[in-house]
């Protein structure tokens, strides 16, 4: 829901009923993955994509129905062995849909889930999708935040309740998505009944130090991805929002104080890159960010101002090991130039950390295009050398 959830959020205001397409499970070459989805409101406009184009006329005709009849269905759309590009993945891969009609009635808690997400407040939203025990419980479902939970999954759903409760925490914190599976009376280690769990973790942050014409590229393409992304610099005639527009917020202040105030905020999704490449402002932020739990940190700069970064660093007692982390220079061999084309190859260096691509052109490998693995969270919080804690200054 978080790809459409403005055009979502004026659907529910306006009171009509809609529909809306999530994939809830995937295989092989799938170009979507859990939690894609796709609206259609009751005049037929569409929001979003599932498939990239390969289903969604499928889809859509489905989710007229969905509106017409107020019955949610489980579709799953694969390879048509006959004709591959009839109404299946031309890619190979095979998509779980469920389809739901979603109006105030059906669905009273959706105000409070898009208002968490808008907040950055974790929440998840579980659903049952299948349910053979014929108790009639598709459709039905349960959103949990960390210390509350609203929704019945029916009169006797207590003991599933209990155990849906525990489960989507779980998933919550990690971050993940996917489908759970119980007994008809929410034995954990039953497989009949379905349960789809949508985790809306809060979205990761991405912290920009040095506010010049490639912070602003960066900032952009950070928001793009799905970053909160702060921009960050001492000088306040460079640093305001005029200047990044896309940013979430733009601080005025030395970004190494401002990395001590936020320090127990920093955690493995967090993105730090460090484009300044004056020593006196990159070798106090790289040495705070570096004893913080950051997944990433990136520093510009060429490979002379890195040679001789790294030399200042240790003069001011950072680490081997703790060296090793940095990303310097900053980006993948691109041959980038522009501003533009250097925020690209900052931002295939964030995606390749976070799945563990390459690198490499797709036409020099072999094997699956898509990781099947969850994503690592950037970087395990077990691997990071923190060094003392630095003081936060108020």
Known sequence: MRDVRRTLSELYTSGETFALATVIDTSKSAPRGPGASMLVSASGEVT??????????????????????????????????????????????????????????????????????????????????????????VGLRRVVWPGHAEGALGSDGGRLTDALDDDARGMLAQGSTGVLHYGADGQRRGDE???????????????????????????????YLGYRVTVCDARPVFATARRFPTAEEVVVKW????????????????????????????????????????GYIGAMGSRRTHEDRLERLREAGVGERALERLHSPIGLDLGARTPEETAVSIAAELIQTRWGGSGRALRETEGPIHRDSEPTGLLRSDSVEVQDEPKTVR
């Open 255 to 294: 970004p190494h104080v401002y990395v001590e105030e936020i320090a127990e905020h920093i955690d493995e999704r967090t993105a730090v890159c460090v484009l300044t490449h004056d020593p006196k402002f990159d070798v106090p932020v790289l040495k705070a960010v570096l004893g913080t739990r950051a």
């Open 48 to 137: 979003g994509s599932v498939s990239g184009g390969c289903v969604e006329g499928a889809v859509y005709e489905e989710a007229l129905e969905v509106i017409r009849t107020g019955n949610p269905v489980r579709r799953t759309y694969g390879v048509s062995d006959e004709d591959a590009f009839s109404v299946g993945l031309t890619c190979g891969g095979t998509l779980h849909m469920f389809i739901e009609p979603v109006d105030r009635a059906s669905f009273p808690q959706l105000g409070s889930v898009l208002g968490a997400m808008e907040e950055h407040q974790p929440v998840a939203v579980a659903t049952v999708v299948a349910d053979p025990s014929g108790a009639d419980r």
């Open 193 to 223: 009944l379905e349960v789809f769990v949508a985790s809306f973790a809060p979205a990761p942050r991405m912290l920009v130090f040095g506010a010049i014409d490639f912070a602003a590229a960066v900032a952009d393409l950070g928001s």
